[in-house]
């Protein structure tokens, strides 16, 4: 039943989970892909099912970064989800308020898959910069998206960049 290969974008890992046995919960249209023509259904059904797998880098052609700002944010919490970016995975993203300009970057931290969070200090306003720092083979490589979350952002909001590894 096994016959093609499939791309998938993963966004999460289970940090507790052991490393020995990873456990993919792919789409139904994803799994069925993976069959040989006609048997898509049958591969669907057989429940967990081993498979070969190989990390590859995420390569989007033409497409830049773009942030799609998590609903909780708000003038005293910022969060968002990184999407479409090329490479192996962020080592690191930061936030700057565009204001003055001569700001500090502040670093955010991963919440969970592609998001990433920050406690904003007092008075810190948007419009905001994001600086993305990649990781695997172009580890350190940064790109700057600037002012790309607009002053008037509205949470649960999508805002694509002009930029991307």
């Excluded at 499939?6 to 069925?32: A, K």
């Excluded at 990781?135 to 952002?153: E, F, L």
């Amino acid at each position: 039943m096994l016959g093609n290969p499939v791309r998938v974008v993963i966004t999460d890992e289970c940090p507790g989970c052991d490393s020995q046995s990873l456990l993919f919960d792919l789409s139904g249209t994803s799994f069925g892909t993976m069959a040989t023509s006609g048997e898509a259904d049958q591969l669907r059904n057989v429940g967990i099912e081993q498979i070969q797998y190989r990390r590859v880098e995420c390569n989007f052609p033409g497409v830049s970064v773009a942030f799609r700002v998590d609903p909780g944010s708000n003038t005293n919490y910022f969060a968002t989800a990184v999407e479409y970016e090329d490479g192996e995975g962020l080592a690191g993203v930061e936030l700057k308020q565009a204001a003055g300009s001569g700001g500090a970057w502040l670093p955010m931290q991963q919440s969970w898959g592609a998001v990433w969070k920050v406690d904003l200090p007092s008075n810190y306003k948007p419009p905001f910069s994001i600086r993305l720092t990649a990781g695997g083979n172009n580890s350190g490589k940064t790109v700057v998206a600037d002012k790309v979350i607009p002053a008037n952002y509205n949470p649960g909001q999508t805002y694509r960049s002009l930029v991307n590894f």
